[in-house]
């Protein structure tokens, strides 16, 4: 396959060197089909456009994307924007969700920008959101609240709040201090878990009940979930004990390469916790590991199996069986 035309590769070049930190430069020579002394053209060609592109030092040298207020407008590429486009409709489909109107007008602005061929495909897209049957009432949280807690647990910093109880008045302990340790999502709701300074114990709050204020506290040390880690922790708090009496007796953890807030439209049952890179870390239960595996089968994403290794086995198990299945076989599984 011939390389891509210079703007086309200018495009290309600038899409992937927003996508990571540091690109040696002979990865980029490889995934663009092109030499060294070219992709070095190409950066000082950007260069030359305004974009501040910094020399990385090392055995294979390589490029980063500067920081700054002066950057251009960021470019995507067809697969990014097609991505963006539908996670931003399939939110703004939500009538009961906060960020639906905020994505509906995103939705707008990147479809005006957008090529014409991509635009027919996108406009084509039409997703209807159809939540289960439910008697809890709906609970959106603005994503400035996410956000200002989701900091507060990433800098390890004390989180001052007004809490409102479920009557809908603010409750005499406000402002709450705490120690915010993890955001969750369990059964289509927000969490925080954290520990509480004034009551000296550990606490759930609802997101949708806070309304965090500002400046956020001092720097503290995280301290040891009870049960060790959140997934016990959060599990004993919603089934109401801290022990495995009653509950599936098969449960398992997953990272799955998908955001925890896409995951937890689909999840009603499992305990979903946010990661890095748009990531999530799943934990679901099942009456059976195949079953388990299968479910978790059903996100459409890359899983790494956290633990047990029953549920490793039951993957095994599975992809053995879709195997034969592809093949053709009749034989029945082990």
Request: hydrophobic letters at 35%; aromatic letters at 6%; a neutral charge.
């Amino acid at each position: 396959m011939p390389p891509p035309k210079t703007s086309a590769r200018l495009l290309t070049l600038l899409s992937l060197l927003q996508t990571r930190r540091d690109w040696p430069g002979t990865l980029l020579a490889g995934r663009l089909g092109i030499s060294l002394r070219t992709v070095r053209r190409d950066v000082d060609r950007l260069r030359e456009l305004g974009y501040s592109i910094d020399a990385v030092k090392g055995p294979d040298g390589g490029y980063r994307l500067g920081a700054g207020t002066e950057l251009p407008p960021l470019l995507f590429d067809d697969e990014q924007v097609a991505a963006l486009t539908v996670a931003l409709r399939v939110t703004a489909t939500r009538p009961d969700d906060t960020l639906a109107e905020p994505a509906a007008r995103a939705l707008h602005t990147i479809r005006q920008v957008m090529p014409a061929r991509l635009r027919h495909r996108i406009d084509a897209l039409r997703v209807t959101a159809v939540e289960p049957p439910t008697t809890r009432p709906s609970a959106a949280v603005g994503s400035d609240v996410l956000l200002a807690v989701s900091a507060a647990v990433h800098a390890r910093e004390v989180l001052r709040f007004d809490y409102v109880s479920g009557s809908g008045q603010t409750t005499e302990e406000s402002p709450r201090r705490v120690e915010p340790h993890h955001v969750i999502t369990w059964d289509g709701r927000w969490y925080l878990i954290a520990f509480d300074l004034d009551r000296q114990d550990w606490r759930t709050f609802r997101a949708d009940r806070i309304t965090p204020r500002t400046p956020t506290g001092p720097r503290f040390t995280r301290r040891e979930l009870p049960g060790g880690d959140i997934t016990t922790y959060v599990t004993g708090v919603f089934r109401g004990s801290t022990d495995d009496s009653g509950d599936w007796p098969c449960r398992g953890t997953v990272i799955l390469g998908l955001d925890a807030a896409t995951v937890s439209l689909y999840t009603r049952e499992g305990l979903v916790e946010e990661l890095d890179d748009g990531r999530c870390r799943l934990t679901l239960g099942s009456w059976s590991w195949t079953g388990l595996a299968s479910a978790l089968a059903k996100y459409d994403a890359e899983i790494e199996v956290v633990g047990p290794p029953e549920l490793m086995d039951a993957f095994a198990q599975l992809g053995s069986r879709f195997l034969r299945t592809a093949r053709g076989s009749t034989a029945t599984s082990p």
